[in-house]
């Protein structure tokens, strides 16, 4: 299988897309102005303690001082016990005690400011890489509790014998499950590389530096998403290839010799129609070649996916052209849970088959098309209903979270009230005001769509209305309201 990566970058927005075989299997998006600070290593002064709070406020070279509690004050913890801040079970050492006006401390941030307030701060310092979390100050070795408690002492085992008695300990990422020794090794070599500059930086820079930021979108490129099958990474801008060839060859050369600059006269994102592949990962349509097509509905508790046949009529029978619809979806849907970055249980309907071995065959191939994704998948077979349920963990937001808002219409339900259904809320609503109030005249104030609807169709039920009353009614056309909005003024 052949790999590229196109790199789309603006100075407010860096765009990313791998592309397998011709085809588009991801889109990561990262916008300059929605990047948080979460991760970031700063050398901190602080700038005042509050014994009464039991905090400090930290001077990091931000609009707004951070926060830094008692709780957040890392302590070496005995041997073989996990890094932590303060143990329940331990008293608390007063941070008037452990920190002084004008010290500089090195910190990093764990939340981010939050309209008045400013950063939330932790002394104990972590690095992530993509397999392995690095704890610089502390000797232990971890293994994410997401993992099965059988297979942890086996990859606690193999992640001791790989990071030696150079110091520092590790957490192994649920992620890092299945990766190799060469894989494992590679991490933890970039994790001790990034904390030897973090520890130089803090001794050649003044109080309120940065020292060491979260990798950025293009950064983590290299880290994250380059494998064996990439074959190409082309950026469309000089400035940021020279970083990024600057940053790949020191942490990850094998990556960085894979790097080329793009200077194409068409948009990089045109070369594979990406743009396009963006407008319909958005959609809830996904059309397939043989006629047939896939619905993908993404709601807060579950994702599902219903297969039809569409237009396909196949060639030989309707068993047959079931099987092939529901082969060619398995593929689709495999390839729309990684562009859409659907993550949590997922429901897929196939078209119901009545062949055991066409179910076997559907389901072995939806579960190929799945361990292609760098994402960790678990599918079920067949249940009961026909169904397979699945999971794929979470890693980010979605696609179409981060591109879009519900809209102002319908508020997210995806449908809104006939004009004809507005028209008679909006008689009952007069009614319901004209037994409370005996004002001199109605006016209805509503869209162009449900006022014509009122002037032609439903003049009659109107009229009706108003003698019924023994009042006026008025219509105002009010373009800039949505469909379901009305208001009714008395006057």
Not at 71 to 98: C, F, M, N, S, Y
Not at 200 to 224: G, I, N
């Amino acid at each position: 299988m052949q790999q590229d990566i196109l790199i789309n970058w603006s100075p407010q927005e860096t765009r990313v897309a791998v592309v397998e075989n011709g085809a588009v299997q991801e889109l990561h998006v990262e916008r300059t102005l929605e990047r948080g600070l979460v991760g970031n290593v700063y050398l901190g002064k602080v700038a005042r303690v509050l014994p009464g709070m039991q905090s400090a406020f930290i001077d990091i070279g931000l609009e707004r001082a951070a926060f830094l509690h008692v709780a957040d004050v890392w302590h070496r913890q005995p041997d073989g016990e996990p890094p932590a801040q303060v143990k329940a079970t331990q008293p608390l050492v007063p941070i008037e005690k452990q920190v002084f006006e004008g010290q500089a401390i090195m910190v990093q941030v764990i939340k981010d400011p939050i309209g008045t307030k400013g950063a939330r701060l932790s002394t104990q310092i972590s690095v992530a890489g993509r397999l392995l979390v690095f704890l610089p100050q502390d000797d232990h070795i971890g293994v994410s509790q997401k993992i099965p408690q059988e297979q942890r002492d086996a990859l606690r085992s193999r992640l001791q014998a790989l990071a030696g008695a150079q110091g520092g300990g590790f957490i192994l990422r649920t992620n890092g499950e299945d990766a190799t020794d060469a894989e494992l090794a590679e991490d933890i070599a970039y994790l001790r590389k990034t904390w030897a500059r973090i520890k130089d930086a803090s001794l050649r820079l003044p109080p309120t530096s940065l020292l060491h930021q979260d990798l950025s979108l293009l950064q983590r490129v290299l880290r994250d998403l380059v494998s064996e099958e990439t074959q190409t990474i082309r950026l469309d801008s000089r400035e940021q290839f020279e970083h990024l060839q600057a940053f790949g060859r020191e942490f990850m050369p094998a990556a960085a010799g894979r790097l080329q600059l793009y200077k194409g006269e068409r948009p990089i994102f045109d070369l594979f129609s990406i743009d396009e592949e963006i407008a319909r990962a958005l959609g809830r349509r996904v059309d397939l070649k043989s006629g047939g097509y896939v619905i993908v509905d993404q709601t807060e508790a579950l994702t599902t996916v219903d297969v039809n046949t569409g237009g396909y009529v196949g060639a030989r029978n309707f068993d047959d052209t079931i099987f092939k619809t529901n082969l060619e979806a398995a593929g689709a849907i495999a390839r729309q849970l990684r562009l859409r970055n659907l993550g949590g249980i997922v429901i897929v309907d196939f078209i119901d088959m009545v062949r055991e071995d066409h179910r076997d065959a559907v389901l072995a191939e939806f579960r190929k098309q799945l361990a292609r994704d760098r994402v960790k998948t678990m599918a079920g077979g067949f249940s009961q209903l026909g169904l397979v349920e699945m999971t794929r963990k979470r890693t980010r937001e979605s696609l179409a979270h981060m591109l879009c808002e519900p809209c102002e219409a319908c508020q997210g339900k995806g449908i809104v009230k006939t004009a004809r259904s507005v028209c008679y809320d909006i008689l009952r609503e007069i009614l319901r005001e004209a037994r409370q109030f005996n004002p001199r005249e109605f006016r209805v104030v509503a869209s162009p769509r449900v006022v014509e609807l009122f002037l032609d169709e439903e003049n009659q039920h109107l009229a009706g209305l108003s003698d019924f009353i023994g009042k006026p009614i008025s219509l105002q056309s009010e373009s800039a309201m949505g469909q379901e909005q009305y208001d009714i003024v008395l006057l």
